[in-house]
């Protein structure tokens, strides 16, 4: 047989590959200009959608000049205050040929009407009925998992449920391309769900909002099949890949249950439990972050292995991201990860390789009867909103979380270069921390500011005026706000103005924090049970040297709502024996100030993730000092570079805890050294 012959099994016909899931990277920074650039980029070298991640005061309803927005403006996204932002965003990026989808939450309504407004101007020749026709992607729009785990929700229950049976509505009836909702429970498993949680509680939310949509009376019987078939899904993968692959075919199984069960939808299509995925970046790790990206690798293979539950769409995080904001090299390589599993094996070329298997089959039937019970119970209470109303939800998942942190902690649950085998060589991807990183702009802000200012010069005010009095006599009555909110889009309102006309009318909403009913260590048991039994008893000597219980205040200052780490140094503070003070998220530096002097507390622990602590963190020092209590010690932390920890030291934080810092328990004796340093007892 010659060279250019085929080879027998060649000649054989072979199987045609399945399509490939939509590859994003989730990315946003910095200015509109700057996160184009990279969009464009990332397009250029094969990315298939993309994914907008954008900064914390867009997120929760604020304009760069807002007090609450001081540190935090294009820091864990891009800034978009104004239509003119988002026609920068999308410069150059046909939005009818495009699959964007959009993590936003409390603002989703007034983001996908700019998204819209936008692809209008770029299609001129076609009618807005014809754009929007067009138009392909998600918005993330799924608030009940934001008073559990994320935070940046703006409105209460009730009005928000309004405002994504709006949006759903509309988008059936007019962008019917679009996926108005992705159900997420991506951030519950950060949050500290269990498997069976995660199931649970996302089922329960898209029966809240499917129940929503159908008593809102907007869509008839006719077309609530269609409503059903866009609703998708935003899960999380962790590194347990037997249990994460059962885990989404235990969500196939129950979703086709609830559609057909409960809502009557007999199209095998509409039933399809259609969801995208990010692989979970709780499980990533500071020490040794090269190990990352085999974690990162074996949570991509749990959503794609399983032909039956296959993820459409897969956007990786990148092997840096505990240390800070990935580089767009960091972002290629993940995509590269998606790229070679898909191209160069042979995985999109057989049927579902686990069908048949009995171990598989036997743990998605355990998940799956351990969340048809879960979810029995939430709807006994009333259903997901009355569940987070009630701290439920919340304190479920803070207890579960409290956990896993004791395990790790123990030892019982291995974390590789965290709790063993912690002797490395010394890594060449982190031998220069500063340069491993991106730096956030520090000229973002000022950019903002300048761009937000340049755009109220040039608009009719009164048009804008007329447009947000409209909206807000809408949001009185039943009507759908897509409508007059397209109108305030398209007049020039800001984010803050559209957002502040919603709150004048629904006000705003503080969800309970979970802490008080979780369950923590107690006694412990084991070297973590000695462990913490020696830190209690450091507490109770300290506080007796000192005339009283011991008391921490916990604070969350600025817009950062990821507030897992807090409400865990909470618990464990608890457990040691402190009385702890936490009054959730988003809180200014003056609030901060005034509550650790009305409650006369020996020490002050501030959590930041967004990467806003050079400005928020010396504005509550200044503070303390203006209010007599200078020599107050005060901890920090969150994902801080290791130059950001230096400079806040020299600041006069007497303590900066990063992720490498995963003894809760070790934490808390740090507590009472500065304690004790501070009142001059050592």
Not at 39 to 44: E, F, K
Not at 60 to 69: I, K
Not at 408 to 420: A, D, K
């Amino acid at each position: 047989m010659t060279e250019t012959e085929d080879r027998p099994e060649d000649q054989t016909q072979r199987r045609v590959k399945d399509r490939p899931w939509v590859m994003r990277t989730y990315a946003g920074h910095s200015t509109a200009e700057a996160s184009n650039a990279l969009y464009r980029t990332n397009l250029a070298k094969g990315q298939t959608g993309l994914s907008v991640a954008f900064d914390l005061p867009t997120q929760t309803g604020y304009d760069p000049d807002s007090p609450l927005s001081r540190g935090e403006v294009g820091k864990v996204g891009v800034p978009v205050p104004h239509l003119g932002e988002m026609r920068k965003l999308f410069a150059d990026i046909p939005l009818t040929e495009m699959n964007t989808s959009m993590t936003i939450n409390a603002t989703a309504m007034w983001l996908l009407a700019m998204y819209q407004v936008v692809a209008e101007e770029q299609n001129p020749d076609l009618s807005p009925d014809e754009v929007a026709h067009l138009l392909a992607g998600t918005t993330q729009n799924d608030i009940i998992k934001e008073y559990l785990s994320r935070g940046t929700y703006v409105f209460g229950p009730e009005q928000s449920l309004r405002l994504i049976g709006d949006l759903i509505a509309y988008t059936v009836h007019e962008i019917p391309k679009w996926n108005p909702i992705n159900i997420c429970s991506y951030h519950l498993q950060e949050a500290g769900a269990t498997p069976v949680q995660e199931l649970a509680y996302a089922m329960c939310t898209a029966i809240a909002v499917l129940d929503q949509v159908r008593g809102s009376g907007q869509v008839s019987p006719d077309d609530f099949e269609k409503v059903v078939g866009r609703i998708s899904f935003f899960v999380n993968a962790g590194v347990r890949f037997v249990e994460e692959t059962c885990k989404m075919r235990a969500f196939v199984q129950l979703w086709d249950e609830v559609t057909r069960e409960r809502y009557g939808v007999t199209d095998p299509k509409m039933r399809r439990f259609r969801y995208g995925v990010q692989v979970n970046s709780l499980g990533l790790t500071e020490a040794q972050p090269e190990n990352n990206v085999q974690r990162i690798v074996l949570e991509m293979l749990g959503v794609t292995l399983s032909k039956d539950a296959r993820a459409r769409a897969v956007q990786l995080p990148a092997w840096n991201e505990a240390l800070g904001l990935p580089r767009p090299w960091d972002q290629q390589w993940s995509l590269r990860f998606q790229q070679v599993l898909a191209f160069e094996s042979d995985l999109l070329e057989h049927d579902d390789i686990f069908a048949g298997s009995h171990v598989i089959e036997a743990k998605v039937a355990e998940l799956v009867e351990g969340a048809r019970a879960e979810i029995e119970r939430v709807q006994e209470m009333g259903g997901a909103i009355a569940a987070v109303e009630s701290g439920y939800m919340k304190q479920n998942l803070v207890s579960a979380h409290a956990a896993r942190r004791a395990r790790i902690e123990s030892g019982e649950e291995v974390v590789v270069g965290v709790n063993r085998f912690q002797t490395t060589e010394p890594s060449p991807l982190t031998a220069d921390l500063d340069a491993a990183i991106q730096a956030a702009d520090p000229e973002a802000e000022r950019a903002a500011l300048a761009s937000l200012e340049a755009w109220r010069a040039q608009r009719d005010d009164a048009e804008v005026a007329a447009a947000l009095t409209a909206l807000a006599e809408a949001a009185r009555t039943d009507a759908n706000l897509m409508g007059p909110t397209l109108v305030a889009a398209r007049a020039g309102a800001t984010t803050g103005e559209w957002a502040g006309a919603l709150r004048e009318v629904f006000g705003e909403f503080r969800a309970p924090t979970g802490v008080s009913g979780a369950v923590g260590m107690g006694g412990g048991s084991g070297a973590a049970g000695t462990e913490l039994a020696a830190v209690r008893e450091r507490v109770r000597a300290t506080g007796e040297e000192l005339g009283g219980r011991l008391r921490v205040l916990v604070g969350k200052p600025g817009l950062d709502g990821h507030s897992n780490g807090a409400e865990q140094v909470a618990v464990r503070a608890r457990d040691a024996g402190f009385e702890v003070i936490y009054q959730g998220i988003r809180l200014t530096p003056e609030q901060i100030v005034a509550a650790a002097v009305a409650e006369d507390v020996h020490v002050v622990g501030l959590s930041i993730l967004s990467g806003s602590h050079m400005e928020l963190v010396p504005d509550v020092l200044d503070g303390l000092a203006a209010a007599g209590l200078g020599d107050l010690p005060v901890v920090v932390g969150g994902i801080i570079p290791a130059s950001d920890a230096t400079a806040l030291v020299e600041c006069g934080v007497a303590a900066v805890y990063t992720p490498k810092d995963f003894g809760l328990t070790e934490i808390m004796g740090g507590f009472v050294d500065v304690i004790r340093r501070a009142n001059g007892l050592d």
